[in-house]
């Protein structure tokens, strides 16, 4: 099992940047695929990008309405998944959440993601 918490988020200004942290406990974080979601208010969860577990290169897939601006990472030592943002934009706004799910696939898919963070919320202002 594995606990995850997001921070990083806040208010920003449209064109602005910022990183999101998910820290995970547990000694196995590199034997999981990682995940970020965002949920905006009356919307379902949505895809933002994932990475694949390790080695000597990542695997990394994203949502067409961020692909160029987003970028994912992680640091396997560190226990720490990453969202750097840039280029924000109001659509940006949501509750941004990381996730793990065991396996190899990269997946897309919310539900086959076995363990969630409490998410942090980012805001983009006009």
């Known amino acids: 099992q594995v606990e995850l918490v997001e921070s990083g988020g806040g208010l920003v200004q449209a064109g602005d940047s910022l990183r999101l942290s998910c820290a995970a406990s547990?000694?196995?974080?590199?034997?999981?695929?990682m995940g970020w979601f965002r949920q905006a208010p009356g919307k379902e969860r949505e895809f933002v990008s994932a990475?694949?577990?390790?080695?000597?290169?990542?695997?990394?897939r994203y949502a067409d309405s961020v692909k160029g601006r987003f970028t994912i990472s992680r640091d396997n030592a560190r226990n720490t998944l990453y969202l750097q943002m840039n280029s924000l934009k109001p659509e940006d706004t949501a509750v941004y959440y990381c996730?793990?799910?065991?396996?190899?696939?990269?997946?897309?898919?919310?539900?086959?993601?076995?363990?969630w963070g409490q998410g942090t919320q980012v805001t983009i202002s006009s």
């Open positions: 547990g000694r196995t974080f590199s034997s999981y695929v």
């Open positions: 990475i694949s577990r390790g080695g000597i290169s990542y695997n990394t």
């Open positions: 996730a793990a799910r065991q396996g190899f696939v990269v997946s897309d898919q919310v539900g086959v993601y076995d363990y």
